[in-house]
């Protein structure tokens, strides 16, 4: 079977810090282009970051830049987003996504999706 899984979400303060990870099963995250999305209530889907298939890119949305990192471990098939400093404005429903095709930037379709975590960023 064919899937992504997608954990790690919680309630947590504003600056503190907070890891999810995605888990590959049925395919090889490897030959993917992968990507992390959030979407908050009443808002629409947005774009996190993504790295490219041989990790020779990696973008991070304006928003979250300086305080995510995304990453992968291939050994492990599974994808990383350690994020610090988290922000009221970052909670929402975050989803890991993986697509085969690579142009230059994020792609704008996945043929993946995790199921998504919820995270809550609150005082």
């Known amino acids: 079977q064919v899937q992504l899984l997608d954990s790690g979400g919680g309630l947590v303060q504003p600056g503190g810090s907070l890891t999810l990870s995605c888990a590959a099963s049925g395919f090889t995250l490897k030959n993917y282009a992968i990507g992390w999305f959030r979407q908050a209530p009443g808002k629409e889907r947005e774009g996190v970051s993504c790295i490219s298939p041989d990790d020779s890119t990696t973008l991070y949305h304006k928003d979250v830049r300086g305080r995510f990192t995304m990453s992968r471990d291939n050994a492990k098939n599974t994808m990383t987003l350690r994020m610090n400093n988290l922000k009221p404005e970052d909670t929402a429903i975050y989803y890991c996504?993986?697509?085969?095709?690579?142009?230059?930037?994020?792609?704008?379709?996945?043929?993946?999706w995790g199921q998504g975590t919820q995270v809550t960023v609150s005082s």
């Open positions: 996504a993986a697509e085969r095709v690579w142009g230059s930037t994020c792609p704008h379709e996945y043929q993946y």
